[in-house]
């Protein structure tokens, strides 16, 4: 008679209380890292906050994880080359299967040991099991005062992510646009792996980047570098070896801020229709040889496309301006009265009292 082994018990999960609800990665930025403009591109950054998250999600969930979702990144000062990196990720909020998780990238000399804040963002990621399917995860539960009032922060940023969401998914770029436009085609490459045999997702941002910059560079003829992303939907996953097209469209232009909308494609290279993977919108600011942020033209809409697109801009900026411990650009609050005292609003696109990047930090320091 044959004796088949009993398979082995699952080891049993720890307890929410005994959990990894918070994880720290630190490293130095290296001569790798370099990007375009001389400092660390935000795309790669980008990549370490997945990876960062990816580990808290991961440490609380014990299970395997994917992105959904990355909102409200805020780059504040570009991480230099040879800087000790610091980045932390915290869980804020769980839904079923879903993590909501605070990452702060912090960076300065290693001889002084002194960090200071260069971006922050929420990360939304979402436990699977083995056939890929959403799975639970423990609830977690403030222990104190601070964790209780992220947790709150978090939850009350569900409304303005659904709104900002809702209004990406309505938007079509066809070949009716005017603005500047670069599409970038390559395949997905086996480096380009993640834990789970897909692409990364902090590579797909930094596709992203890559992408914007062109478009915004090509726009301004200078160097740029982004200050926001925002509402970066992780659709679909993407396998190695697709075929993937990344484009990139100026849809709105402030005193200094270019507002790139960015889409990814892919599919098999051999043939058959690209699906959309992922989309967002990345404001890009000018830089002089200095590195200090300078003004560029102001993009005139000239088709219906681009009169659409523009709109969709302002009313992603008026979204946002909704969310706790933001507000409206200058120039949308100035348009606001005079609304209400029955002048006329504008029409078009004029000069902006407040630039994209003056909005972005004044943001972050409400945040604050």
């Given amino acids: 008679m044959e004796i088949v082994p ?3 018990a699952p080891a049993p999960l720890t307890p929410p209380a005994d959990r990894r609800h918070e994880i720290t990665l630190r490293f130095l930025a290296a001569p790798t890292d370099r990007g375009k403009a001389g400092t660390v591109d935000a795309g790669r950054v980008l990549e370490w906050v997945d990876k960062a998250a990816f580990a808290a999600a991961t440490g609380w969930s014990e299970s395997y994880c994917v992105t959904a979702y990355v909102g409200n990144v805020h780059f504040e000062y ?3 080359v040879g800087e000790m990196v610091e980045i932390t990720a915290t869980v804020l909020y769980t839904g079923r299967s879903s993590m909501h998780i605070n990452t702060m990238v912090r960076s300065g000399d290693p001889k002084t040991g002194r960090l200071d804040e260069r971006a922050r963002c929420l990360v939304i990621f979402v436990a699977v099991d083995a056939e890929g ?3 639970p995860v423990p609830e977690f539960v403030p222990r104190t005062l601070e964790q209780q009032l992220a947790r709150d922060y978090a939850m ?3 409304p303005v992510r659904d709104a900002i969401s809702a209004e990406l998914r309505g938007q079509q770029y066809t070949e009716a646009g005017t603005a500047e436009r670069v599409v970038l085609r390559f395949l997905a490459e086996p480096t380009d792996v993640n834990w789970g045999g897909k692409v990364h997702g902090g590579i797909v941002m930094e596709w992203i980047d890559t992408a914007a910059y062109l478009c915004s560079s090509r726009y301004c003829g200078r160097d740029t570098v982004a200050v926001f992303s925002g509402g970066i939907r992780f659709l679909r996953p993407l396998h190695i070896g697709d075929l993937v097209e990344v484009e990139a469209r100026l849809i709105y232009t ?3 801020g270019m507002h790139i909308a960015v889409e990814v494609r892919s599919g098999d290279p051999k043939g058959g229709e690209l699906a959309q993977t ?5 404001v890009m600011v000018a830089r002089d040889s200095s590195g200090t942020s300078v003004p560029v033209p102001a993009w005139e809409p000239a ?3 681009d009169r659409r697109l523009w709109q969709h801009a302002r009313t992603l900026l008026e979204i946002r301006g909704r969310a706790p411990g933001n507000r409206l650009p200058n120039h949308l609050m100035e348009e606001q009265k005079n609304d209400a005292g029955n002048a006329p609003a504008a029409e078009g696109p004029g000069p902006s009292t407040e630039t994209e990047v003056e909005t ?3 943001q972050e320091r409400e945040q604050r």
């Fill in 6 to 8: 009993t398979p082995a």
């Fill in 254 to 256: 402030g005193n200094k």
């Fill in 156 to 158: 009350s940023r569900v």
């Fill in 303 to 305: 088709s219906d496309e």
């Fill in 360 to 362: 972005a930090e004044t």
């Fill in 78 to 80: 570009p991480v230099e």
């Fill in 278 to 282: 992922t989309n967002c919108i990345t």
């Fill in 133 to 135: 399917h959403s799975t």
